[in-house]
């Protein structure tokens, strides 16, 4: 089955299959995006960017990009190891193997980037520059390529923290959110939400290179879009000084008190959050789990009061109405009663969940290594009305396509490709 094909069975989890030629359509057909990336940030960001049609070139070490080595991981087509984090962002792009600490290396990866429209790359702080591959080196080959670079404080000398390397919990804790909801008298809980550090500033990535290429249609010129994570965290977790500026503020190892319901509470077979963060939805709430009389007692006349009386009042009553009722059922009633909830799934709830299916939210990757459950990954939330979903082509192998791209692209021939791999310049090649 082709990666996005209709399951003939019914809605389901699509197929990435064997790794083949990026397909044509796509809004980003004829867009070429050489990506020297690693790990999540960037590579989500160019998955994206495959997603939208775009051919995304994937340069990588002769030993394969540092998200092969994440665990878990499974067996590629090529017999070596695939880690999860390399899995969820890799369908649908091609890879070439260069030694990047070769100066015959970097020149390869120069004169590549003379036929791309996009490069992007998050090598570290510094580090591209220092390989000759910076901004302004490439700029100078290629002065209408659209270049984003994705440090963990950004470009140039501004930050004070410009040296420091980053994952996605740096951002995330400097961002000041594991502070402001964090329990008291607990540590923080790192990577609350997966690497929302990383998937966060690869959107805000994205949505700069989309503005630079258009930037580029109306001037001819290309330009350096420079995204830190820390400034995309500061951005996606704004509450928290936001809310500080408005004098909404805790002491250390104090509950933080807001005017508004926002909590879990257990149903049947599981948990369920509610939210009820306006005076009319109050009502509602009281009456469905039937203590009309809330709507008349002093103790939760305000918002204020709803959230003191959470914990003895409020989520009691709530969990005695719910005691009999699967979480999806009790979330459905409250919804049903214009009451914000939802129930808290756990793995196997999402994969066999219907929308999940209809939206065509997960992609598999079939295994290798005899296992007959196949990877899971995210599929693409971007829905076009007059695009369909094109299907996409599994992770590729390490420098799977090197000797197609440095034929296709800058006409070497069998010998000269010999001698570079013979030199180790460059390496890869098809899965046996």
């Not at 005691?323 to 049903?336: I, Q, W």
């Not at 793995?347 to 999940?356: I, Q, S, T």
């Not at 010999?418 to 098809?430: E, K, Q, T």
């Amino acid at each position: 089955m082709r990666p996005d094909d209709p399951d003939p069975d019914g809605p389901g989890p699509v197929d990435a299959g064997p790794a083949e030629a990026h397909p044509a359509g796509g809004p980003l057909a004829g867009v070429r995006v050489l990506a020297l990336e690693q790990v999540q940030a960037v590579p989500f960001a160019t998955l994206l960017l495959a997603r939208l049609g775009a051919d995304v070139v994937k340069v990588e070490p002769l030993a394969g990009e540092s998200g092969r080595a994440a665990r878990p991981a499974v067996t590629d087509a090529a017999g070596q190891p695939a880690g999860a984090t390399f899995l969820r962002y890799n369908l649908g792009k091609r890879s070439i193997a260069v030694d990047l600490k070769s100066e015959r290396g970097r020149d390869l990866v120069l004169d590549l980037a003379g036929s791309f429209d996009v490069l992007a790359e998050n090598l570290g702080p510094g580090r591209a520059e220092r390989l000759g591959l910076g901004y302004e080196a490439v700029a100078a080959r290629n002065p209408r390529l659209v270049y984003l670079s994705v440090t963990g404080f950004g470009g140039g000398a501004d930050s004070p923290y410009a040296a420091w390397p980053a994952y996605a919990a740096v951002a995330e804790a400097m961002s000041g959110i594991y502070e402001y909801s964090r329990r008291p008298h607990q540590p923080p809980v790192i990577n609350p939400v997966g690497g929302l550090g990383d998937i966060g500033t690869g959107l805000f990535g994205v949505v700069g290179v989309l503005a630079a290429l258009r930037h580029r249609d109306r001037t001819g010129l290309g330009q350096l879009v420079d995204v830190a994570m820390f400034d995309a965290m500061v951005a996606v977790c704004d509450i928290v000084a936001n809310f500080w500026s408005l004098g909404l503020r805790a002491e250390p190892d104090t509950e933080r008190r807001v005017p508004y319901i926002l909590g879990a509470f257990r149903a049947q077979d599981g948990w369920c959050v509610v939210q009820v963060i306006r005076e009319h939805q109050f009502p509602r709430l009281a009456r469905l789990v039937g203590h009309p009389e809330w709507t008349s007692d002093e103790r939760l006349a305000t918002p204020w009061g709803w959230h003191d009386h959470w914990a003895d009042v409020i989520r009691p009553a709530l969990e005695a109405w719910a005691a009999d009722r699967p979480m999806l059922a009790a979330a459905g009633a409250l919804a049903g009663a214009g009451v914000t909830a939802a129930p808290c799934f756990r793995p196997e709830d999402l994969v066999a969940d219907p929308h999940v299916a209809a939206r065509r939210m997960l992609v598999e990757i079939p295994r290798g290594d005899g296992v007959d459950q196949p990877v899971l990954v995210a599929g693409n939330p971007i829905k076009l009305s007059r695009v369909p979903e094109e299907p996409q082509s599994a992770p590729p192998t390490v420098g799977q396509h090197t000797a197609e791209l440095l034929t296709e692209l800058l006409g070497l021939d069998a010998a000269a490709l010999a001698r570079l791999r013979a030199d180790g310049v460059i390496g890869g090649g098809p899965p046996a």
